[in-house]
């Protein structure tokens, strides 16, 4: 079974930090997503990675980066963090090759910006 | 912009009976892949059925069917036989070939015991 794993979570941090959300996939996925999910909301695509060293902008890139140094890994930045940031985030992961293949979500991060 | 819509913000059901969730969504490409997700309290995204929109046949999964008119651009979901373990969050997607999935609001449906 596919396995993505979030670093945290919950997460508590004040304005003005800078966050890191760590992703970690164990399937050699080339593809790998950030997404937001607010009440009333849904999934909202926040940045997403083809492969190493590759990354996209999605719907609401402002005030996130992302990282992808190794395939395994995809890591979510908030430089500055904002209250309007308080969220919960999921990580995703897919193959290239096959576009019926479904997501592979982690457990989700719920942050908390004070 | 593609957009999904999820027009029932709330359902609810009572145990053992049927209930189905509504899904539109807007794309003027012909070859694509439809999803329904799941959300329970844990968090976790589960996926619950999945379509080839060049299938003509209404994929199923145990308890789980779609009805899927792709000349309506329309995918809803059919839970057969409600079990309270179905309370959750459901969310219907699309994908067009490797892009990312766009994600409907959701269905929050309640289980009535």
């Known amino acids: 079974d596919v396995k993505v794993t979030q670093s945290s979570r919950y997460l508590v941090k004040r304005t003005g930090e800078k966050v890191f959300l760590e992703c970690v996939q164990d399937?050699?996925?080339?593809?790998m997503f950030w997404y937001r999910q607010d009440p009333g909301l849904g999934l909202r695509l926040i940045y997403f990675?083809?492969?190493?060293?590759?990354?996209e902008k999605g719907d609401i890139p402002e005030g996130y980066s992302v990282s992808r140094e190794k395939k395994e890994r995809f890591s979510l930045i908030l430089e500055s963090a904002s209250t309007n940031q308080t969220s919960m985030y999921l990580c995703?992961?897919?193959?290239?090759?096959?576009?019926?293949?479904?997501?592979?979500f982690g457990n989700g991060t719920r942050l908390t910006v004070t | 912009a593609q957009t999904v819509t999820q027009s029932q913000p709330e359902m609810s059901v009572q145990e053992a009976e049927t209930v189905t969730l509504s899904c539109t969504y807007d794309?003027?490409?012909?070859?694509?892949?439809l999803f329904w997700y799941k959300q329970p309290p844990s968090r976790q995204m589960i996926l619950v059925i999945r379509q080839e929109a060049y299938k003509q046949q209404n994929a199923t999964e145990n308890r789980f069917s779609v009805n899927f008119q792709k000349a309506a651009k329309s995918f809803s979901l059919k839970i057969s036989d409600s079990q309270l373990g179905d309370a959750a969050m459901y969310f219907c997607a699309y994908r067009i070939g490797n892009t990312p999935l766009v994600f409907g609001k959701g269905t929050r449906l309640s289980v009535i015991a």
């Open positions: 794309t003027s490409e012909s070859d694509y892949y």
């Open positions: 995703a992961s897919s193959p290239t090759d096959e576009h019926n293949s479904p997501l592979h």
């Open positions: 399937m050699d996925h080339e593809n």
């Open positions: 990675s083809y492969d190493v060293k590759m990354k």
